[in-house]
């Protein structure tokens, strides 16, 4: 069988066709799959209380909503962005020249000023004209002060040469503000190189911040889908090679035993802060399960241990710790780490990633190695006494993952997973063998095998951004369907069993196909190299 791992389909004849859709049964929030910078990314459009949706980083290693916002008579703290009303945190201070005093910092180099925000609007990233989903403060909390979202006032760099730093973090750290950051903002671009505007956190656990020098809990600085939700939230990056999702609220066991692997949080002692607003459970960042990792090559005996992990999606590679014994260690310094590096592993060597339990679904993939760029398989291990391990973005693009707050449990599943009819109050207008697809706007549905699709009440033919126009056949069932295609002039067939892959009947071949921009599709045939281009 045809196995293609990552496939960049350009979108643009789909983006006309996309609409949103302001009243949805089901909270599902659409993502988008792109390359920014060096690397894949979860990309998501938002819009905060009304205002104009930007592209964030959706990011399950991050704890807060940081969102960039400028105003052209926007001088310093005190001004109130869009209805953004600034936390009790600091009231009572007094803007200084410095904000030592004034501003969390986030990490090393943002300054931030959390504020309550009542809505998030989030966008189809191919229509940005009506939100698809609009998540309210009020719906999880009757009383709620809103949602926390920290105000991405100004990104500092660390000091460089003989600069002369702007603010100085408590003296441990000293920075510049970054020249160009709301300059950009001003004239109306994205403040980041890679097109962004912040980073939208996904995590499943909480961050907190203090005054100085109290040590008080001033505020909970955490993700919008916690607050928004009390059982927890899907995210499914591995539904075709463009398009992904979130889903909250999606805790009905015919949804979650799609998902073979479960494994419980590692909490190592932690009582960790409830999420603000919705009061669900958090976890901690490195615990949302623990994995074996191995690392195995020809001629080399086989390097194995275990670890808690997080699994990030604002991470472009993998970033491991051994916490193995000492003869492990000293096969992997010596056989699997690159020659001109102290913990990159080498190109080619085979990494395999399962959860500890039982029966546990298990990811592989081949380590690449480029010292311009990072991959998703980029791997490094670090080895000594303490030490995070992270699964990056990869491991998304490969397996969906359900964050079960309530349970405090991670679930993941390499297979395509949908959204089952019984549940799903959309299905009753696609055919049978579509009836699990993921409503993505009005009208619009992402397929687990099909992928993104558009159905027209007076149209028996379906828009699909892989093939054009299709016509399924009405006899198809839940176990499969035939499907006319007008691009490839012939019958294929297909099913949640068959993946992305289709029998086209005139070829009497397994094939991938996509659309091409211009019109008609490409497709590759099992088998071959070469795709073949189909006019319409």
Not at 48 to 54: L, R, S, Y
Not at 256 to 273: A, K, R
């Given at each position: 069988m045809l196995r293609i791992k990552h496939l960049t389909v350009?979108?643009?004849?789909?983006?006309?066709?996309?609409?949103?859709?302001?009243?949805?049964?089901?909270?599902?929030?659409?993502?988008?799959?792109?390359?920014?910078?060096?690397?894949?990314?979860?990309?998501?459009?938002?819009?905060?209380?009304?205002?104009?949706?930007?592209?964030?980083?959706?990011?399950?290693?991050?704890?807060?909503?940081?969102?960039?916002?400028?105003?052209?008579?926007?001088?310093?703290?005190?001004?109130?962005?869009?209805?953004?009303?600034?936390?009790?945190?600091?009231?009572?201070?007094?803007?200084?020249?410095?904000?030592?005093?004034?501003?969390?910092?986030?990490?090393?180099?943002?300054?931030?000023?959390?504020?309550?925000?009542?809505?998030?609007?989030?966008?189809?990233?191919?229509?940005?004209?009506?939100?698809?989903?609009?998540?309210?403060?009020?719906?999880v909390n009757p009383d709620s002060e809103g949602f926390i979202v920290n105000q991405l006032w100004q990104i500092l760099e660390p000091v460089q040469n003989n600069e002369t730093p702007d603010w100085t973090d408590r003296g441990k750290y000293q920075f510049v503000f970054k020249k160009d950051f709301r300059q950009n903002l001003k004239q109306g671009l994205a403040p980041f190189t890679d097109g962004l505007y912040g980073t939208f956190g996904a995590g499943m656990f909480t961050g907190y911040n203090t005054s100085n020098p109290d040590t008080t809990v001033d505020f909970i600085n955490s993700s919008v889908l916690g607050q928004a939700t009390t059982s927890?939230?899907?995210?499914?990056?591995?539904?075709?090679?463009?398009?992904?999702?979130?889903?909250?609220?999606?805790?009905?066991?015919?949804?979650?035993?799609?998902?073979?692997?479960?494994?419980?949080?590692?909490?190592?002692?932690?009582?960790?802060?409830?999420?603000?607003?919705?009061?669900?459970?958090?976890?901690?960042?490195?615990?949302?399960?623990?994995?074996?990792?191995?690392?195995?090559?020809?001629?080399?005996?086989?390097?194995?241990?275990?670890?808690?992990?997080?699994?990030?999606?604002?991470t472009p590679e993998y970033t491991l710790h051994y916490s193995g014994n000492a003869t492990g260690q000293q096969n992997l310094e010596n056989n699997y780490i690159a020659a001109d590096t102290t913990e990159t592993i080498k190109a080619g060597v085979e990494a395999t990633v399962h959860g500890t339990t039982a029966n546990a679904a298990s990811y592989r993939y081949t380590v690449t190695y480029n010292t311009a760029f990072f991959t998703t398989d980029h791997t490094t291990v670090s080895t000594g006494e303490s030490g995070d391990s992270t699964l990056g973005v990869g491991f998304f693009l490969n397996n969906a993952i359900t964050y079960n707050l309530a349970s405090r449990r991670t679930r993941y599943t390499p297979d395509n997973i949908g959204l089952p009819p019984s549940i799903n109050p959309s299905a009753g207008v696609l055919p049978k063998a579509l009836r699990n697809s993921i409503p993505f706007g009005n009208k619009h549905f992402l397929s687990p095998w099909l992928g993104m699709l558009v159905k027209f009440e007076s149209d028996a033919f379906l828009y699909t951004l892989n093939m054009g126009w299709v016509w399924p056949d009405p006899a198809g069932t839940e176990a499969g369907t035939w499907l006319w295609s007008n691009n490839l002039n012939s019958w294929l067939w297909g099913s949640m069993a068959t993946g992305h892959f289709l029998y086209m009947d005139s070829l009497s071949k397994w094939i991938y196909a996509v659309s091409s921009p211009g019109g008609g599709s490409f497709y590759l045939a099992d088998g071959t190299q070469d795709w073949v281009y189909v006019s319409d």
């Open positions: 350009v979108l643009s004849i789909f983006a006309g066709l996309l609409l949103g859709n302001t009243a949805m049964a089901l909270r599902v929030i659409p993502l988008e799959i792109a390359n920014k910078g060096d690397a894949k990314r979860l990309v998501i459009y938002v819009g905060i209380n009304g205002g104009q949706p930007f592209p964030y980083l959706f990011d399950t290693g991050s704890a807060g909503f940081n969102a960039s916002y400028f105003n052209g008579n926007y001088t310093g703290p005190g001004e109130n962005p869009f209805d953004w009303k600034f936390s009790s945190y600091y009231e009572g201070f007094e803007p200084k020249d410095s904000y030592a005093g004034t501003f969390y910092t986030d990490g090393v180099g943002d300054l931030i000023k959390p504020c309550y925000v009542e809505q998030i609007e989030i966008y189809n990233p191919y229509d940005l004209s009506t939100p698809a989903v609009i998540l309210k403060a009020n719906e927890g939230y899907a995210v499914v990056a591995n539904a075709n090679a463009t398009a992904a999702y979130v889903i909250l609220d999606i805790n009905e066991p015919v949804f979650l035993d799609q998902f073979d692997t479960v494994l419980e949080w590692v909490m190592n002692g932690n009582t960790p802060y409830a999420f603000p607003n919705s009061q669900a459970n958090s976890g901690i960042e490195y615990g949302v399960g623990e994995f074996t990792i191995m690392l195995s090559q020809d001629n080399n005996d086989p390097v194995s241990w275990s670890v808690p992990v997080s699994i990030d999606t604002g």
